[in-house]
């Protein structure tokens, strides 16, 4: 019996080679964009999982709450860590600090200018010995416990590698850190997996960071939280997150007890939310936010929808040329229960054959995916996870496309069915077909709007007024080393002399980064305001070289030391609610500093990402954390430009690595996340259409055969071909426009959601939604149209031949 229906379904699907090609394209397509996008999903989920006891550790956090707002840090005070290690003795602690843009030389014997520089964006770390008690990771030679002794580090193998050709030959070898410290490789871990938030390339033990303080600024107080230092732990098993969060509140009231302006605490964030939570920032890895894996999610199982309702509606549709079969086998004894497992054995095979052809597809496209999502690591299409993955969904579409026509199918009636009295119009109802189209419309439609949303938003922000010029500035990251401090003033001058540059400028920071560098503050000798300031400190050519629009009073003369401060118009209308100007000529100070004098007012500029917004910030000089180089170039000839500061630079600052990038290239990357999710927008919803469009053509290609004697006596009674093609297209047109009012709302819903994560973002107006309708019923007139009019401009004569 088995062998007999398979026959049977292998026949009726050559016999029916259009409609199998659709049904097997639609559910292919449909298929291989879920193993896609569940690959990406699965992949985000995955991040640092492989560790053994990955629910049991966390990392402490701050919150410090002023009267304006809430702010997080990934950071905590440093003083912090022995404070939690004397009064929690049950809890094991580790500390790890962030070296970003550290620089690494390596040595050549007897030739001092053929040392190789290297700069370590990221992956440079100091880090305790205790972080790999709770951290496990393989080792080639040697073990954590080597960051016990100071200038001692851990390579990572692929860095090993590239400093000295094997990870073998690391082993031992000495390689001079900033130019300052001279530290010895002496262990080897394997490669840190590129779906962990801890992206270790070089460890340096934290006993060398703290006999090397000063040259790092690192101070060991209260007074001071950054998120390069954090600290992580491991919580026994008979002590819950929640107990040691209550425990935590007391000790923040301990320690932070003589705050005035905010109320500052620490609690637990657990390893399962590190790459998840955009409060916190995570050693310069992306954070990708839960709504974005819910988003894909939510693509993944709508486009599959849509594959099934194609082929349901052509199932139904075609399951008259099936009445006589089903009529015959029911005479001939066939119990309902028998064509029912009949005709879901043929969609499993349909689904079968789909789904290896999802295989190819997916193998073909998973590379370009991956760039797409950034994903570094090696994903493999066939993996258990995966396997089980197409288990479940071959199961749940054979389900979900079967069960309704071979529900029906296996209920018609024997007598009608031999006497030819079941039409097409009764087959499961024109009113479900229709039902179904209307669905698969406003699921492509709500794909259609978000695509054009996120593209929208997209050119918003890169067309963005900043408040400042990003274009043609070339950024040079350097060192705030004193040695480095007291050449920059001779270098500024050998700058100026190249014909291609237009300005120079030292900061501690560019005017738009990720960094934040903040502080209590005091104004107009009045002690405690009620939230924090942002710092960044830079030269008197800082407002010219980004073009900083000053609003009132003047730019501080040149200094090394912080003197006078210009302010933002953000702070100065906090300070001075119905005057802003006031604040010239007023003092402020930071922390316990002295008190500056405020001598101007900049308008405000976008210090963060446009998903924040502009903060209270003063910008006063102070070469100590001068550590970047920001120069305007003119456009004429730029490599000629770049070539000759790069010369410049290794004259002046031989014993450093030269790294240059262009500040619009570094902006681009706070949305990179946001750009590669429309580009995904864009591709799963062209993949939508594409379902839908085959959908439709095969509702379009059957409806044509079966009115094919109603269109052949329309035109002998002088129907035009722009009837016939109307008569096809109207009712198709209705249900897109019903369509649209179902998904405008739900679309609606979901891109505002998105878009709130923008403080600065487009208004969703009427514009995008009419736009959506508009190319959904282009698509559909195409897409039917091609089929009416073949029908339309047939020769009447042969289909009434016979009547």
Not at 283 to 310: D, Q, R, V
Not at 508 to 527: A, K, L, R
Not at 593 to 603: A, E, H, L, Y
Request: proline residues 3%.
């Amino acid at each position: 019996m088995i062998k007999n229906y398979f026959k049977i379904a292998v026949r009726n699907l050559v016999r029916h080679k259009g409609y199998m090609a659709i049904n097997v394209g639609g559910l292919a397509v449909g298929i291989a964009s879920c193993l896609l996008l569940f690959l990406v999903v699965n992949y985000e989920l995955s991040y640092d999982k492989f560790q053994p006891q990955f629910k049991n550790i966390y990392r402490v956090v701050t919150q410090d709450k002023f009267s304006d707002g809430i702010t997080y840090n990934a950071g905590i005070p440093v003083a912090a860590l022995p404070a939690l290690r004397v009064q929690y003795p049950n809890v094991l602690f580790g500390a790890i600090n962030s070296n970003y843009g550290g620089q690494v030389t390596i040595f050549s014997p007897g030739d001092a200018s053929a040392n190789k520089k290297y700069i370590e964006q990221t992956g440079l770390f100091f880090c305790e010995p205790d972080v790999f008690k709770f951290l496990n990771y393989k080792w080639l030679s040697g073990n954590g416990a080597v960051l016990s002794e100071p200038n001692s580090a851990v390579f990572a193998k692929s860095t090993a590698e590239k400093y000295f050709g094997t990870w073998q030959d690391a082993v031992g070898k000495s390689i001079l850190l900033d130019n300052k410290i001279p530290v010895k490789v002496s262990a080897i871990m394997e490669d840190v997996p590129s779906n962990s938030d801890f992206p270790f390339r070089i460890l340096v033990s934290f006993e060398t960071l703290k006999q090397n303080a000063a040259a790092y600024t690192f101070t060991d107080n209260w007074n001071s939280t950054s998120s390069n230092f954090q600290i992580f732990a491991l919580l026994p098993s008979n002590l819950s997150p929640a107990n040691f969060n209550q425990q935590l509140l007391a000790f923040s009231k301990e320690h932070y007890s003589g705050r005035t302006n905010s109320v500052k605490t620490n609690f637990l964030q657990p390893l399962s939310t590190l790459h998840f939570d955009k409060r916190f920032e995570i050693f310069g890895n992306h954070i990708t936010s839960m709504s974005t894996l819910w988003t894909l999610s939510l693509i993944g199982i709508l486009i599959i929808i849509m594959a099934c309702i194609n082929f349901i509606n052509l199932a139904t549709a075609q399951a008259v040329s099936r009445s006589k079969e089903v009529g015959i086998r029911k005479v001939l004894g066939s119990k309902r229960g028998q064509l029912f497992f009949q005709v879901m054995g043929e969609t499993g095979l349909v689904v079968f054959i789909s789904a290896l052809l999802a295989l190819g597809i997916a193998a073909i496209c998973l590379p370009y995916i991956k760039h797409i999502a950034s994903i570094e690591e090696k994903l493999v299409l066939l993996n258990p996870t995966t396997i089980i993955f197409l288990l479940v969904i071959g199961f749940i579409v054979t389900l979900f496309s079967g069960f309704y026509p071979s529900l029906m199918l296996s209920g018609f009636n024997p007598a009608l069915a031999l006497k030819n009295k079941i039409s097409s119009a009764k087959v499961g109802g024109i009113s479900l077909r229709r039902g179904l189209v209307v669905m698969q419309f406003a699921i492509s439609q709500v794909l259609i709007i978000g695509t054009i949303v996120a593209i929208t938003q997209m050119s918003f922000i890169s067309h963005a007024d900043l408040g400042f010029n990003k274009e043609a500035v070339l950024v040079l990251a350097g060192s705030s080393d004193s040695a480095v401090i007291a050449r920059l003033p001779s270098f500024k001058e050998k700058l100026l002399q190249i014909p291609g540059v237009q300005n120079a400028s030292y900061s501690s920071d560019v005017p738009s980064s990720d960094n934040t560098w903040g502080t209590n503050f005091g104004y107009d000798h009045q002690e405690g305001e009620k939230y924090e300031v942002t710092l960044k400190f830079a030269d008197e050519d800082y407002f010219k070289t980004y073009d900083l629009k000053l609003l009132a009073g003047r730019i501080f003369g040149k200094s090394d030391t912080i003197n006078e401060v210009l302010i933002n118009e953000t702070l100065a209308q906090k300070l001075e609610t119905k005057n802003a100007t006031a604040v010239i000529g007023k003092e402020i100070r930071l922390g316990a500093s002295p008190w500056k004098k405020i001598v101007g007012v900049v308008k405000d500029f976008k210090t963060n990402s446009l998903r924040e917004n502009v903060k209270p910030l003063l910008i006063g000089e102070r070469n100590k954390y001068y550590s970047n180089t920001s120069i305007k170039i003119r456009t004429s000839d730029i490599p000629k430009t770049q070539a000759a500061i790069q010369s410049a630079w290794n004259q002046f600052f031989p014993e450093y690595a030269y790294s240059a990038s262009f500040m619009d290239e570094n902006i681009a990357k706070f949305y990179e996340q946001e750009n590669h999710l429309s580009l995904l927008y864009k591709i799963f919803a062209g993949l939508a259409i594409f379902i839908s469009c085959l959908g439709l053509y095969g509702l379009v290609s059957f409806m044509a055969v079966q009115r094919t004697k109603e269109i052949g006596v329309r035109k002998v009674l002088g129907a035009s071909v722009g009837n016939i093609v109307y008569l096809f297209s109207r009712e198709f047109t209705i249900l897109i426009v019903v369509a649209f009012l179902i998904a405008a709302p739900v679309a609606y819903y979901m891109m505002s959601n998105w878009l709130s994560d923008f403080v600065y973002r487009v208004k969703l107006g009427a514009a995008v939604f009419l736009l959506a309708i508009l190319i959904s019923v282009i698509i559909a007139w195409v897409t039917v149209g091609y089929k009416a009019i073949r029908a339309a401009v047939a020769n009447p004569v042969k289909s009434l031949r016979s009547e």
